[in-house]
């Protein structure tokens, strides 16, 4: 299923109406207001990047839509984006290219295929970007490639205006978080902060939210964060609804209060109102 909560984005991106139908290799039918054919006709080399398949559809949309975006614009801050675009669809595409088709070799024989360009078109990239300056790119080079001259340079923006974003934020918090809990939590509370409505929001920001308060066995705001991702997900995860339903039982939590919290929470969040707690 493809996940709409990206596709909104393409809203304040390149503020289309929707058409009456959409190319076949992403969606089957019109909705939410996204143009997605338009920018297919528009741009055919890059929507054809990969050989047809049915698995990591909103993966190469993903990369489809950054693609565009490094192209019309070229910016580093695009780059990134493309860069774990491409890290998504490889890793989905890594689990698509293990199942084998009895009848349908060529199945197989595709995702293959559309893996190592995927794989090849990532490195490229990367070597192309190497020497940027931009924060993104510089946390990027550090966390996938131990850079450590990429961190130095990184570490050196904290505290100015370019970092004041919920992605540059959250990179710093990343770093914090096996050195300094209370400003980890500070970082990560500032990056939902500095969430802009109709963007994406970080899926990870959340999660780490729910580690340290477990960690430190505060589960009442464990619970709260989790359930708060729960909710960003667009489908039920019965895993996390199981560790929700340990932290209630075992702490004796009240989940109905603390479940319209964390709805309450969302909303701020998504609404670009979140205001950091005491902490």
């Known amino acids: 299923m493809i996940n709409f909560r990206k596709i909104k984005q393409l809203k304040s991106r390149y503020g289309m109406k929707c058409g009456t139908a959409l190319l076949a290799?992403?969606?089957t039918g019109c909705g939410d207001n996204a143009n997605l054919a338009q920018l297919c006709q528009d741009n055919e080399e890059i929507c054809n990047e990969f050989?047809?398949?049915?698995?990591c559809k909103s993966q190469r949309i993903e990369v489809a839509l950054n693609r565009i975006g490094v192209k019309d614009k070229n910016l580093d801050a695009d780059k990134y984006n493309l860069l774990i675009a491409y890290e998504g669809y490889i890793k989905c595409m890594s689990l698509a290219s293990q199942i084998q088709h009895i009848k349908l070799k060529e199945k197989t024989t595709l995702r293959k295929n559309n893996l190592l360009q995927a794989k090849a078109n990532l490195s490229l990239l990367s070597e192309q970007s190497a020497n940027s300056k931009h924060p993104h790119l510089l946390y990027y080079y550090w966390s996938?490639?131990?850079?450590?001259l990429a961190l130095e340079e990184f570490l050196q923006l904290e505290g100015s205006a370019i970092l004041e974003n919920s992605t540059a934020q959250y990179h710093l918090a990343t770093y914090y978080i096996k050195r300094n809990?209370?400003?980890?939590l500070g970082l990560l509370y500032r990056a939902l902060e500095l969430h802009q409505p109709g963007t994406e929001l970080s899926p990870e920001v959340l999660q780490t939210l729910t580690t340290i308060f477990t960690q430190k066995k505060q589960y009442k705001q464990a619970y709260i964060w989790l359930r708060t991702y729960q909710l960003l997900l667009d489908k039920p995860d019965d895993m996390i609804e199981t560790s929700l339903k340990g932290y209630q039982q075992?702490?004796?939590?009240d989940a109905d209060f603390l479940d319209k919290v964390a709805s309450t929470t969302l909303a701020?969040?998504?609404a670009g109102k979140f205001t950091s707690p005491s902490y």
């Open 181 to 184: 809990t209370k400003k980890t």
């Open 250 to 253: 075992a702490n004796k939590l």
């Open 268 to 270: 701020k969040i998504e």
């Open 25 to 27: 290799l992403f969606l």
């Open 144 to 148: 996938r490639e131990s850079n450590e």
């Open 51 to 55: 050989g047809q398949d049915s698995w």
